[in-house]
Every structure is written in C-alpha cells, then in structure tokens.
C-alpha cells in the first residue's frame, strides 16, 4: 500500500521561530509536492522537487525554502514563521512518466499554527 | 487567478440521490484529475481524463471533459453518506509535466 507520511498532525509555533516539515513516501517517486490549503483558496503550490537536490519554484514560494536530500524526503522550512503562515500544509509525491499521466498521493496534512 | 473553478461551492443532497460538480479551466491542459478529501485529512485520487479523451467511468463515478469549453463535470451516482467530503479538480497545464493546479472545491453533504 502506497504511502505519504508527514512528521506532525497538528503543530503550533511562534512567530519568528524556525519550523521545519518533514514528508516521506515509500513509494520511490520522483515527484515530490509542497501545498498550502486555505479555506476559499483551494490548495497552492509551494515548491516541487523532481530529482535529489533539485527543487522548483511554485506558485507561493515567498517566506518557504525546501531541501531534498535523499529521494524518500521532502522538507518544507519556514525561515521565520508568522501568523500569516499559519495553515494546512499538504505534501504530495508522484512517479515520473511518459506523458506525465499521473496521479499525486497525498499525506494526510500538517494544520500548522503560529502565534 | 484560480486555474480551475468548480462549481457548485457546496451541494447537499439526500442518499440515493445524483450529485453533479462542475469544473472550469483557463487554459490547456494535458489532463484533469478529480480528487476528494475527508474533513481534515490529505486529498485522495479519484479519476484522470486525458485531453483527448470525452467521458471516462469508474464504479459510481463519470467525468466528462468538454475541451472546447474548457469544462469538467463529475457526476457522483446513488450517493451515500461516505461521500459527504470535498471534491477538487486539477488541471496539468500543457507544458508543465507534473505539475498540477487545484480549484477551490465542491463541499458535497450527503444526508440519510
């Protein structure tokens, strides 16, 4: 069964405090995804990642930085956390394929809080 | 702006019952995908649709993809409360392999 783990269900941070997310998939992909979702905005891209040490913008990558050092890890990092980051964040990893003809699988999300 | 709208925002409906959820999109696209997501957990796959492709089937579901419109509907058939979730649409935008872009969501109710 294939699987998407995120670090942390629920956590809560302070501003300006330096927080770190962590994904793992078993499933050998590739692709690997950070989102936000927020009510009324749907889910946001953050950064992708399609290869060891490779790492792409998304559509909101302001106030995030990202590290892919082994194929199985996908880490979101908030340099400075503030209020307005507070959140539910979704990591996602996909295969590489021709045509690119496929799905994303999801971890289950982490509601992130900052104070 | 969003890539994809789906339409309606919310749904309620009673078990039994069809429930329909649309999709709109800017662009071109390579495919489109409809996923679901329970209160509070990570999004799960439902269907993709490839470009050139009209109507696909899976169980309960049917997707249909109008290009010319740039539209998506997703019809949920003899509804149960199990359903009563978040249904999304994502778009793989011609030209950008694997990325996809989400809409806003449809909030489906499924009562007894």
């Known amino acids: 069964d294939v699987k998407v783990t995120q670090s942390s269900r629920y956590l809560v941070k302070r501003t300006g405090e330096k927080v770190f997310l962590e994904c793992v998939q078993d499933?050998?992909?590739?692709?690997m995804f950070w989102y936000r979702q927020d009510p009324g905005l749907g889910l946001r891209l953050i950064y992708f990642?399609?290869?060891?040490?490779?790492?792409e913008k998304g559509d909101i990558p302001e106030g995030y930085s990202v590290s892919r050092e082994k194929k199985e890890r996908f880490s979101l990092i908030l340099e400075s956390a503030s209020t307005n980051q507070t959140s539910m964040y979704l990591c996602?990893?996909?295969?590489?394929?021709?045509?690119?003809?496929?799905?994303?699988?999801f971890g289950p999300g982490t509601r992130l809080t900052v104070t | 702006s969003q890539q994809g709208e789906e339409d309606p925002q919310a749904l309620s409906i009673q078990e039994g019952e069809n429930a329909t959820m649309n999709c709109s999109y800017k662009?071109?696209?390579?495919?489109l995908q409809w996923y679901r997501q329970n209160s509070g957990r990570g999004l799960v796959h439902l269907i993709l649709?490839?470009?050139?492709?009209r109507e696909k089937h899976s169980g309960r579901l049917r997707v249909t993809l109008d290009t010319s419109k740039k539209s998506s509907s997703l019809l949920i058939t003899a509804s149960r409360a199990a359903d009563t979730a978040s249904y999304f649409c994502?778009?793989?935008?011609?030209?950008?392999?694997?990325?996809?872009?989400f809409g806003t969501g449809t909030r489906l109710q499924v009562t007894l």
């Open positions: 994502a778009t793989e935008i011609t030209g950008t392999a694997s990325k996809l872009t």
């Open positions: 662009t071109s696209i390579n495919n």
């Open positions: 990642s399609y290869d060891v040490k490779m790492k």
């Open positions: 649709i490839r470009s050139n492709e």
């Open positions: 996602a990893s996909s295969p590489i394929g021709s045509g690119s003809f496929y799905e994303q699988y």
């Open positions: 499933m050998d992909h590739e692709n």
